[in-house]
């Protein structure tokens, strides 16, 4: 019998792929032709591209992206996947991580999340970010969907999505510059967060389906 952070993980994965099915049957044809680009600014973590377009009207339109990475063509765009996103449970509750993002200057509710180091594997990769963010470990990799944009209205950068099975307790082993608060919670205390707290969409979406996906033999869930 499927112990209950199996039976959420194949739900819940079962619920987002088949949402996806309906909204995945896009075209690859590209009335866009890109022109140019060209790098404006290269920061410390965020490098900076205009691209110049020809749009389907036959005029050219200027478009600013973000990249994580070198971008040495216009073929390299979107190509390199650089972190993961972490759908963590225990039983039968769901990891959430309230930390401060200092991009939106407030807390948020989130996934454990992080960037591929060089020369280390997604597996590697979760195991390390869920450590260093919450000192949970991985009891089991159940999925690792295929790669993501993550905000491609403004960025070409490319993530994978992991639902795993955590184990341990909790310990703080952030930087100086996280403030990171983790925990498990029911499908009801979930339900409350999404109504009162503010989210990252990944994990509003995450949430969402557990809070809305039955457990089996829980019919009073």
Do not use: W
Not at 9 to 35: F, H, N, Q, R
Not at 104 to 128: D, H, K, P
Not at 155 to 174: L, M, P, Y
Not at 185 to 199: A, H, P, Q, S
């Amino acid at each position: 019998m499927q112990d209950n952070a199996e039976s959420v993980i194949i739900d819940l994965v079962t619920a987002i792929e088949t949402e996806s099915e309906a909204y995945g049957k896009g075209t690859k044809e590209m009335p866009m032709k890109l022109l140019h680009m060209e790098k404006v600014k290269d920061g410390k973590y965020l490098k900076n591209y205009e691209l110049t377009y020809l749009n389907k009207a036959g005029r050219e339109k200027k478009y600013e992206i973000v990249s994580r990475s070198e971008i040495p063509s216009p073929e390299a765009i979107g190509a390199r996947v650089s972190g993961v996103s972490i759908v963590a449970f225990h039983e039968d509750k769901m990891l959430l991580l309230r930390e401060f993002r200092m991009g939106v200057n407030r807390f948020v509710y989130n996934l454990c999340a992080g960037m591929i180091n060089e020369g280390e594997s997604i597996e590697e990769c979760i195991q390390r970010e869920l450590y260093e963010e919450t000192g949970l470990g991985v009891k089991k990799i159940r999925t690792i969907l295929p790669p993501s944009f993550a905000a491609v209205a403004f960025s070409d950068v490319k993530t994978q999505i992991a639902f795993v099975e955590a184990e341990g307790d909790f310990e703080d082993h952030t930087s100086e510059n996280e403030q990171i608060t983790a925990d498990f919670y029911t499908k009801e205390e979930v339900r409350e967060l999404l109504e009162t707290e503010d989210f990252s969409s990944r994990a509003q979406i995450a949430a969402y389906f557990f809070a809305a996906t039955p457990f089996p033999n829980a019919d009073a869930k």
